[in-house]
């Protein structure tokens, strides 16, 4: 698969406000876009540290994916997300290889980026999420 880098952490927080207010007040990071992301009941907040992106996640919905994790298993690291080309290739190679995934086509995330899951009962317990960077699709076959 090879992804390209490590595009963003996600962090699921139970309250965005606060929690961008920690990462600008005590680490220094400026917040750069936030966002919201309805159909997966969520609104991001992102921050760069060097070449990566810190998301995140506040739930918009208490029945939502945010929600329920930090319900069962408190705030903290709830993703990591690589940058791949041809995302639905490697969700084909992934599948192939016996990963159950979440997504079996890519959908549209934050900063219009295509993105797909994998379960993170086939990645030894980390949810895995790939991301496309729009453009950066190939042509059909």
């Given at each position: 698969?090879?992804?390209?880098?490590?595009?963003?952490i996600g962090?699921a927080v139970?309250?965005l406000?606060?929690?961008?207010?920690?990462?600008?007040?005590?680490?220094g990071?400026?917040?750069?876009?936030i966002?919201?992301?309805?159909d997966?009941?969520?609104?991001?907040?992102?921050?760069?540290?060097g070449q990566t992106k810190?998301e995140?996640?506040?739930?918009?919905?208490?029945?939502?994916?945010?929600?329920?994790?930090?319900e069962?298993r408190?705030?903290?690291?709830h993703?990591i997300?690589?940058?791949?080309e041809?995302i639905e290739?490697?969700?084909?190679h992934?599948?192939?290889?016996?990963?159950r995934?979440?997504d079996t086509?890519?959908?549209k995330?934050?900063?219009?980026?295509?993105?797909?899951?994998l379960?993170?009962?086939s990645?030894?317990?980390?949810?895995?999420?790939l991301?496309?960077?729009?453009?950066?699709?190939?042509?059909?076959?």
């Amino acid at each position: 698969m090879k992804p390209a880098h490590i595009e963003h952490i996600g962090i699921a927080v139970a309250s965005l406000a606060e929690s961008v207010a920690f990462y600008e007040k005590v680490l220094g990071l400026k917040c750069y876009n936030i966002e919201e992301v309805p159909d997966q009941k969520v609104r991001t907040a992102f921050f760069m540290v060097g070449q990566t992106k810190i998301e995140l996640l506040e739930s918009t919905d208490p029945q939502g994916t945010i929600a329920r994790f930090i319900e069962k298993r408190g705030e903290g690291i709830h993703h990591i997300a690589f940058a791949v080309e041809n995302i639905e290739e490697k969700l084909r190679h992934a599948e192939k290889e016996g990963v159950r995934l979440i997504d079996t086509k890519p959908r549209k995330g934050a900063e219009g980026l295509e993105i797909a899951f994998l379960h993170p009962g086939s990645a030894h317990g980390v949810l895995i999420e790939l991301c496309e960077h729009p453009g950066h699709e190939q042509p059909e076959k």
